[in-house]
């Protein structure tokens, strides 16, 4: 039995919206085909961007979008993507796949897409293979109000008022695909780069270093003590990958011992939040400078006779497994983590959405994000949970709870692969009131096809107080349960 217990009395930190983000690279179907079909597809679109995939983001509320990459951001150049399609120019996707990209979706439409979500741009630029004028330009272009050459060729171009574009990545996994730079070189570049990205008009940008892989601690140490008073944010990279990259298993097909080393992976990530967090508090106690994890999620091996670099993977409850013990590690340390996108928004890796032509289905992954919204600029509430031990050391419960308007959210998951769990949940100071509740329970190797697009999806769920105000249910296995209490 868990019991479960939270502090409704102390509430702390606020958790920023911009933890459920996400990130949509020139990627495989990721753009073309997933988000963007074009304003001549039969596919209903509204100038171009699909309909279906722009209401359902906006039911989750995505509160953040990153683009163009990844590694295609270090060889993309905006002036590539602007003015008359036709004239755009055709480059080679050097990193996915080799085919031709022909910039038909470039800054205006990505801004566009942002617009019909009602989420805000975080755009990361060239610093690999880009210059710092370049860079320079493209935030005038954005940002500055009119008059400016590049404001005029904005307005030319459809857009007379200024994007106001505020978070800004100046280059990605600078020590990889980003140009395998040395910490110390980086932390240079990054302070050149930075100091040409002007403030036009009231629109300061939200500077974004490029941060670590995984557990490279010395890169931190390095960007915190050359750079870290330059930048509001340092990026962090991780991906749950449960296995050798020539042999990461498959997305559909594991067994019991695989689940749960996919699920320590996953956790993995509470190590290396407080490993980076203890290293920035060092530089930067006022915890002045984000820490935004600008690339998560599981990566497995691609889909039998799929192209091998369009990362296209399948989505089961195993992946809704790892987003919510990663989106709850994230809100307990929202007092440093500002920013989180998962990889990748559609089609690629740890999608939200699947696409095949013009049907499209919502993965579990999805489910999650739309169950713990409620914690979306809630303040974090203390919340613990007594519970078992799995196999590879993973607790068996994982637990979240905040407060917003008047409302107590509690998200749990049930870890298990087979076995339901009895929970107590005890809301300490609560006086009783309203309660709703929904839960997404499968077998943990379900997921939603084309044709059975609605097999995983979730269900209300009745909860009752008991006459001591103790809520007591059972979890089954492999489940998570969002719940609202009206304080
Ligand atoms: O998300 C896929 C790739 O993973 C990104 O392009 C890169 O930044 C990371 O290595």
Not at 72 to 79: I, K, Q, S, V
Not at 208 to 220: H, K, Q
Not at 429 to 442: F, V, Y
Not at 456 to 468: C, I
């Amino acid at each position: 039995m868990t019991v479960i217990t939270v502090d409704t009395r102390h509430p702390g930190q606020q958790i920023s919206r911009n933890l459920f983000g996400n990130f949509s690279e020139h990627l495989g179907r990721c753009i073309y085909g997933g988000v963007y079909v074009g304003e001549d597809s039969p596919i209903p679109n509204e100038n171009g961007m699909r309909k279906d995939i722009v209401e359902a983001l906006r039911k989750i509320h995505l509160p953040v979008l990153r683009w163009p990459g990844g590694c295609f951001a270090d060889e993309y150049h905006w002036e590539d993507g602007i003015g008359p399609k036709e004239n755009r120019r055709r480059m080679v996707n050097t990193n996915w796949g080799s085919v031709v990209e022909d910039n038909s979706f470039g800054t205006h439409e990505f801004l566009e897409l942002c617009r019909q979500i009602g989420c805000e741009p975080y755009i990361n630029a060239n610093v690999g293979s880009g210059t710092v004028r370049e860079m320079a330009e493209w935030v005038e272009y954005l940002n500055q109000g009119a008059d400016s050459t590049l404001a005029r060729r904005r307005a030319e171009n459809g857009h007379p008022e200024p994007f106001g574009v505020k978070y800004w990545g100046v280059g990605n996994e600078s020590w990889g695909c980003g140009g395998n730079m040395r910490p110390e070189y980086y932390a240079d570049e990054f302070k050149r780069y930075q100091t040409y990205c002007r403030t036009y008009g009231p629109y300061r940008l939200y500077r974004i270093a490029c941060g670590p892989s995984v557990n490279d601690y010395r890169w931190t140490e390095v960007l915190m003590e050359r750079a870290g008073r330059f930048m509001d944010g340092l990026s962090l990279h991780h991906y749950t990958v449960p296995g050798p990259w020539e042999a990461k298993g498959s997305a559909t097909v594991f067994d019991e011992d695989r689940y749960y080393f996919t699920l320590e992976r996953a956790d993995y990530m509470e190590e290396l939040l407080r490993n980076h967090i203890a290293i920035m508090d060092r530089f930067d106690p006022e915890k002045r400078v984000g820490l935004i994890v600008d690339e998560w999620g599981t990566w497995f091996d691609v889909e039998p006779g799929t192209n091998p670099g369009f990362l296209y993977q399948q989505s089961t409850m195993r992946d809704a497994m790892v987003a919510a013990i990663t989106l709850h590690i994230f809100m307990r340390h929202a007092d440093r983590v500002r920013m989180a996108n998962i990889a990748q928004l559609i089609n690629v890796l740890q999608a939200l959405i699947l696409t095949e032509g013009e049907k499209m289905l919502l993965t579990p992954t999805y489910h999650v994000f739309d169950l713990l919204q409620g914690h979306m600029d809630a303040s974090s509430l203390p919340c613990e949970a007594a519970c078992g031990i799995l196999p590879h050391g993973m607790k068996q419960v994982t637990a979240a709870a905040s407060e917003k308007d008047g409302v107590i959210t509690v998200t749990l998951a049930n870890l298990a692969m087979t076995e339901a769990e009895d929970v107590e949940l005890r809301l300490d100071g609560w006086q009783g009131g309203a309660c709703t509740a929904r839960i997404l329970s499968e077998e943990v190797h379900a997921f939603n096809t084309f044709e059975q697009p609605d097999r995983v999806a979730p269900k209300p769920l009745t909860l009752q107080p008991g006459a001591d105000g103790v809520i007591r249910l059972s979890l089954p296995a492999c489940s998570v349960v969002s719940a609202s209490f009206r304080a």
